[in-house]
Structures are given as structure tokens and as C-alpha cells.
């Protein structure tokens, strides 16, 4: 069987794409070398801001550069594409219609695995970039799936966007504090899951190891649907994809 | 001034791969993702192993695929290339006759910073592969720079592949106490320094946190070249570095 070839479309940002690929080789069930998934990484740290642009459009437009490595990937031999930025996914459309081979969509992803393994669920917390947040992605992908949403305060909205520009991406601390006092208004608001719909907030969950199941981390979800796409195993399959795969 | 690319020919492991290209980001002084150097990440798992066909030849031979990967960094528009596997590095004469760019040298890169930042540096211990000492390559390196070399006994050596193959590469935790207690030996033996001559003894310093300033890390070595050859800043240049460059 011809091993199938992962493209990583990254740089958005360029430390959530390695945390992304140390993801998938370490979620992946293999003991040498040569078991892993083959990839090709574009780590194109000079795509401009996606929600800088979403927000205002005189601002460097990123899908040219992001259609163009897209077409790089498809060239040498992937696959599948997968961009592990939620926010990139605002120009998702516009660069499925620019390959052939499939770009795997984190927000479907995140949003089926929570339905999949969340009890009960009705309503999803939604923490992703201002960018992610008004382009409606989430919004329109969870009520799809026939389920409610929120999102934090305008105020909340601001501290979340502080953590992730000036702490993580800046390769500082993130405040754990203030990080968890907004997942626990999101759940005293109803949430039965938080959807961490931002790379970075997946990096800040890695580095405090935080394992609340209610907790969905996006980037997960798209390690999990890459390894499956590439015909791998998991290697410690979380119950529900043991029950229901 | 345009941006440099640094490609990046890993999956020689995929997690060494992985590990270095975090390196590279997290020892940039950079405030924003754009900031970040731009990198092509050839993570082609499948290359076959190096020891296996350095120690018989009639195993099969990896440089095919690695010359391959090789022109398509270059194709792809890099403008250098690094390979964060020292074993890799016996094909470094045809390798890189075999593209334009420039390949860093992390044997070259290990020993010159081991002079530059090891006092009285006399005699360097060699951490490898069997593949990667039987080559001599680290031991050619180290007396074009009249410094003196010692291996571990041939027991602590298949005692050190055990470490690399069974454990790191397979994605279990390293045995740190005989991992230590190798490196003594060498201490021992009278070298000032001892050389993580492979990018999976980068893993275990990383994972078990080890400072010691006589271990010469060749990942992190190679990743402060390509920082340099990129034209970035260290985020927080050694000493050694503010020192004499």
C-alpha cells in the first residue's frame, strides 16, 4: 500500500505548527522510524495576520500566500492538507477550490468529536481569535450540528486576545488564572464542552496539562482525523474512538 | 532584504525533527509569528535507517530518498538546508553535491562550539550512533581541530543504542540513570566535554531538563547555525555567543 503524505500548512503560528506535528507523531501508534506518518511542513511564519484582516480589509491579505503554499504542498506529493489555525479556516473555501486533494477541516472536526464524547451536550463554549469569532465559523458548524452556543463577554473577548498575542505567540507565560476564569463563566453559562478553537489556547493546554473532558482542543481533534486520514492507529485511543469508530 | 528559508530535511526521527524545529523557534528573538524564520519541514519518516545501512551495506540505502528530499528543499526555495540527524551526516559529501544550497554541518557546528565554550577543552566523549562512530566522522571533526576523542566501551555503547532505539525512538521514557551514568564514565575517562552526537540524546537533555554546560548538545548546536545563517537574533544568546561572535 503507497504510504499517504500529510501537508501541514502552517506558520499560523509557527509554534502551534511544531506543537501540531509533535502531536500527530506522538498520538501515532508506532515504534520505529519508519511507522510514522511521512509530512511536509510549511512553516511560512510570514503569512500575514489572519484576524487582522478578517477584522479590517485594508489590512495584507494572507490567502495568496496561503493558496500558494497550499499548491506547494499538492506538488510535493501530499495527500491531504491540514492547517492548524482555526482562524485560517475563515478562507477555507476559497482554498479547497484551489487544490485537489482534500484540506481537512479542524472546526467539523473539533465540533463531531465533542458531540461524539461530551454527555449531554446542548451548548458549546466557543474561545477562538476575534478573527475566528466574527467570521461565524463556529457558529454556523455548531448549529449544523443542531447544538447552541456562546461566547465570552466583550471584556473576556479582550483578556483571551491579550493571552494569546502578547503571551503565547510573544513566547511568554500564558496567565493560567485569568485563562480558566474565562472557561468557568463560559460553563456557569451553560457549556457543557469549551471548544479551544485557537491553537494557542491548544499550547497553553499542553503546557499546564490541563485534562478537563469538557475541555475540546481543536488541534487534537485535527491530529486524531490527520492519523486517521494517513490509515494510522492512535496510539492510546481515547474510549470514544475505541466505541464509536 | 529578502527572508531566508530554512529547509529542514527531518524524519531521521520524525521527533528529532520535530523537537529541532522547536528549538529553532523557541531560541529566536522573535515578538509576533512573522518574525519567526520560514521553514520547509521535510518530515519523511519512511527514509530507511542510517545505522542499519552504515554497519551492512546490503540493508537498504537511505540516500536515495534524502537526495531526493534534498532538491526538493531546493526546488521548494530554500536556502539552506539542515539535517538534525548525526548519523545522516556520512552522506554530507554527497548530499551536498548534490544541490546548490549550502548544508549546515552539525558534526562541524558540535565541535566548534564545544572549543569556543568549554574551558581547557582537551579530550571530547562521543555520544552517537553505532553507525555514526563506526563512520569516524565525529572523530575526523574533532582532530581537524587537534582536540583528543574517547568512545564508550563497546558495552555502554549497545547499553546508549538501547537508550536511542528501544526507548526515545520508540516513545517510551529513557533510562536517565544509565543514560547519566554513560556520560560519567566518559567524565571519567578524562573528557572535559561530551557531545550529544545524536538527536535523540537531545530529547533525553530536553526531557530530563539536564544543564550540565559540559554536554554539547549537537540540536541545539545546529539550531543556533541556522538562526544565524538566517540572519535572527538568539532570544538569549549563551555567553558564549555575546562573547566571540
Known amino acids: 500500500m503507497q504510504e499517504k503524505v500529510l ?3 502552517g506558520g499560523v503560528g509557527p509554534l502551534a505548527t511544531v506543537y501540531f506535528a509533535d502531536l500527530v507523531i506522538k498520538m501515532t501508534d508506532a515504534k520505529t522510524d519508519q511507522e510514522h506518518i511521512p509530512m511536509v511542513i510549511l512553516n511560512h511564519a510570514s503569512i500575514p495576520d489572519r484576524t487582522a484582516y478578517i477584522l479590517d480589509r485594508t ?51 473539533t465540533v463531531a468529536y465533542a458531540e461524539k464524547t461530551v454527555p449531554n451536550l446542548r451548548c458549546i463554549g466557543i474561545l477562538a481569535t476575534e478573527g475566528t469569532v466574527a467570521s461565524g465559523a463556529y457558529q ?24 494569546i498575542y502578547d503571551q503565547v505567540k510573544a513566547g511568554e507565560k500564558a496567565d493560567i488564572c485569568e485563562f480558566l476564569r474565562i472557561v468557568g463563566a463560559l460553563k456557569k453559562a451553560g457549556c457543557e464542552a469549551v471548544v479551544l478553537g485557537c491553537t494557542e489556547l491548544s ?27 494517513c490509515g494510522k492507529r492512535l496510539r492510546e485511543p481515547a474510549q470514544a474512538d475505541t466505541h464509536l469508530e
Chains 1, 2 share one sequence.
Open 7 to 9: 501537508g501541514v500548512l
Open 59 to 109: 489590512k495584507p491579505d494572507p490567502l495568496p500566500v496561503m493558496v500558494s503554499d497550499a499548491k506547494k504542498l499538492e506538488r510535493d506529493g501530499c495527500d491531504c492538507i491540514v492547517i492548524p489555525c482555526n482562524t485560517a479556516h475563515y478562507f477555507y473555501d476559497a482554498m479547497q477550490q484551489s487544490v485537489r486533494i482534500p484540506i481537512l477541516n479542524i472546526l467539523e472536526e
Open 140 to 163: 454556523t458548524v455548531i448549529q449544523k450540528h443542531g447544538l447552541d452556543y456562546r461566547l465570552p463577554t466583550t471584556e473576556d473577548q479582550a483578556s483571551l486576545m491579550h493571552i
Open 203 to 229: 499550547v497553553i493546554r499542553k503546557d499546564f496539562s490541563l485534562t478537563q473532558p469538557e475541555l475540546v482542543d481543536s488541534m487534537e481533534c485535527l491530529a486524531r482525523a490527520s492519523i486517521r486520514f
